[in-house]
Nanobody
Framework: QVQVGESGGGLVQAGGSLRLSCAAS????????MGWFRQAPGKEREFVAS????????YYADSVKDRFTISRGSAENTLALQMNSLKPEDTAVYYC????????????????????WGQGTQVTVSS
């Protein structure tokens, strides 16, 4: 059994910042990568950022580059998403996901590459 949980969402004004946290755990669980996705009302789920544990390679969607930073948490299988200069279009439910699939080349941008998902945390950015 694997558990994934997110926290840190909330309401913030445009230009403000939020920091999301995520943790994945379970017996015999070990992930090769973790990532963040988001889904706005009436929209499809979209990739936000990912990080590989080996080497710490990160990758970002163009829409959040230079504003968001994904990083390792202090504990194993945890991560954070620092969101700065938030825009109203960033409003969405943010989901943390973990992948147990190892890939040398993948940037883990597809939802199908992830096995475990959190319940999501709401981020609302007001104008």
């Amino acid at each position: 059994q694997v558990q994934v949980g997110e926290s840190g969402g909330g309401l913030v004004q445009a230009g403000g910042s939020l920091r999301l946290s995520c943790a994945a755990s379970g017996r015999t669980f070990s992930s090769y990568a973790m990532g963040w996705f988001r889904q706005a009302p009436g929209k499809e789920r979209e990739f936000v950022a990912s990080i590989r544990w080996t080497g710490g390679r990160t990758y970002y969607a163009d829409s959040v580059k230079d504003r968001f930073t994904i990083s390792r948490g202090s504990a194993e299988n945890t991560l954070a998403l620092q969101m700065n200069s938030l825009k109203p279009e960033d409003t969405a439910v943010y989901y943390c996901a973990a992948s147990v699939y190892y890939s040398v080349n993948s940037y883990y941008t597809r939802a199908s590459e992830y096995n475990y998902w959190g319940q999501g945390t709401q981020v609302t950015v007001s104008s």
